[in-house]
């Protein structure tokens, strides 16, 4: 499975972006699509997670309430609406597929997509 992460871009606090994520290579029926960030210092964190075969997303306490995934199975993407964004959001997001499930940890995921820079000015 191949994956592009794209859409990132520079907003003001207060503002939206939506990632994107293509997804190649193989059939996702059984995966869990996962967006993950990692701010300039820290490790890598958990965002969001939902499963190729339907239902609601998985999101980490930050970003609930603000951050919506969802998938287009006929477009082989998952996306990322990102509404009320705040300076503490700026990372590089990346997506992630898990084979058997929608996880919430990194080493959980085996097909990584390279990074796309979201900029949040105050």
């Known amino acids: 499975v191949q994956l592009q992460a794209s859409g990132g871009g520079s907003v003001q606090a207060g503002g939206s972006l939506r990632l994107s994520c293509a997804a190649s290579?193989?059939?996702?029926?059984?995966?869990?699509l996962g967006w993950f960030r990692q701010a300039p210092g820290k490790e890598r964190e958990f965002v969001a997670a939902?499963?190729?075969?339907?239902?609601?997303?998985y999101y980490s306490h930050p970003v609930q309430g603000r951050f919506t995934i969802s998938r287009d199975t006929a477009k082989n993407t998952v996306y990322l609406q990102m509404n009320s964004l705040k300076p503490e959001d700026t990372a590089v997001y990346y997506c992630?597929?898990?084979?058997?499930?929608?996880?919430?940890?990194?080493?959980?995921?085996?097909?990584w997509g390279q990074g796309t820079l979201v900029t949040v000015s105050s």
């Open positions: 939902i499963r190729w075969a339907g239902g609601s997303g």
């Open positions: 992630a597929a898990n084979p058997t499930s929608a996880a919430f940890y990194t080493r959980e995921y085996d097909y």
């Open positions: 290579g193989g059939g996702l029926r059984n995966y869990g």
